[in-house]
């Protein structure tokens, strides 16, 4: 096993990230991410204060992914289809198992004030905002009416997002994700 000062890093937290992702917090063991990391446990102290600490990190962590995803400057529908279209793709396949790391822990960690739920919570409002931010852009390019309720609208795709996601975890009929999306994206005249 590698000695502290002998690891990358980002490399480290991107491997606990799959970890706590696939177990959640409390299902991942220190012996865990000792195996995924290939550092010993007093590295992994040394190097990341705690296991709460290492988990918010890769929470970070998969939010920066996350935001890569998000929109930049082309045809907002555009944008919203392909979205979409990248959930259900992935939902539909064996290898995607895990949901989203974001709503995993929301729902892990319930209603109790911790900083990995209030992270969650900020990471999942990112995604609404996000999509408040692309139906602005096209209602501003005329591609969505002005007398659209753009709060409205960001709650419907927030919540068919983040349902393709989970609903994928045990679910991996295409038809039925795509369902999911098409329903969300109906008043925006976009099917996937």
């Known amino acids: 096993m590698a000695r502290a000062s002998d690891f990358d890093r980002d490399e480290v937290i991107l491997k ?6 696939e177990k959640g917090f409390h299902g ?21 204060e705690s296991k709460e600490n ?24 555009l944008y919203l289809k392909k979205f979409f279209q990248r959930l259900v793709k992935q939902g539909s396949t064996d290898k995607n198992y895990k949901g989203c790391l974001v709503m995993n822990t929301c729902l892990e960690f319930g209603q109790d ?4 739920q209030k ?3 900020v990471l999942y409002e990112r995604v609404g905002d ?21 709060n409205d609208l960001r709650e419907r795709l927030l919540v068919a997002a983040f ?16 369902n999911i999306a ?3 994206l109906e008043p925006l005249g976009i099917r996937v």
């Not at 991942?28 to 990341?48: I, P, Q, R, V, W």
């Not at 929470?59 to 045809?75: H, P, Q, R, T």
Request: with cysteine; net charge positive; glycine share 2%.
């Open 28 to 48: 991942t063991s220190m012996s865990d991410l000792m195996e995924a990391t290939d550092l010993h446990k007093g590295s992994l102290y040394n190097a990341f």
């Open 16 to 21: 606990a990230m799959e970890v706590f992702w």
């Open 54 to 77: 290492l988990f918010l990190l890769a929470l970070e962590k998969y939010g920066d992914v996350s935001k890569s995803n998000f929109y930049k400057d082309e045809c907002p529908m």
């Open 182 to 184: 098409n329903n969300a």
């Open 119 to 121: 992270l969650s919570k």
């Open 130 to 150: 996000n999509f408040l931010r692309t139906l602005t852009i096209a209602q501003e390019r005329e591609k969505l009416e002005k007398k659209a309720n753009l």
């Open 113 to 116: 004030k911790s900083k990995a």
């Open 163 to 178: 349902s393709i996601r989970e609903i994928s975890k045990f679910q991996k009929d295409k038809v039925i994700l795509k």
